[in-house]
């Protein structure tokens, strides 16, 4: 089974591991936080601003493997507050107003940089 590691300049990046792998016909994007690829800082204030950095992130380096949003079909969504689920929803809706990927969701253990999200997905390759 072949694996290749993705990356791109339009996603942020950590030492520690990928921005994703493909593998076995599917994409497994890394968590990615709410952080603007080239200042490394926390974009928006609130949970549907920060949902949709995290999404775009997602969307760069599904791009980056020939791959797309369209094509998701699991996400892990990880929060700090319980009470933001609503806001998260609300702007996930948005990026998946139709057959949206399965998902779960977990509470975030800790909050650099003032992050209140992570999500992770894994998306089909082809």
């Known amino acids: 089974m072949t694996r290749t590691v993705i990356n791109t300049d339009q996603a942020p990046k950590s030492p520690a591991y ?11 994007v890394s968590g990615q936080g709410p ?8 974009v928006g204030i ?5 949902t949709a950095q995290c999404l775009t992130n997602i969307a760069e380096i599904l791009k980056a493997a020939g791959s797309s949003l369209e094509k998701a079909v699991s996400a892990t ?3 700090a507050e319980e009470n933001d689920f609503p ?10 107003p139709k057959d949206p ?4 969701g977990a509470k975030l253990p800790i909050r650099p940089k003032g992050m209140k999200i992570s ?5 089909a390759a082809d």
Do not use: H, Y
Not at 46 to 50: A, D, K, L, S
Not at 119 to 123: C, D, E, N, R, S
């Open 119 to 123: 999500i992770a997905l894994v998306a």
């Open 87 to 96: 806001g998260m929803n609300e702007e996930w809706l948005k990026w998946f």
């Open 35 to 42: 952080f603007d690829p080239k200042t490394g800082e926390v």
């Open 18 to 28: 990928s921005q994703a792998v493909k593998s076995a016909g599917l994409v497994f």
């Open 101 to 104: 990927p399965a998902r779960q």
């Open 77 to 79: 969504v990880i929060i």
């Open 46 to 50: 609130t949970i549907q601003e920060q």
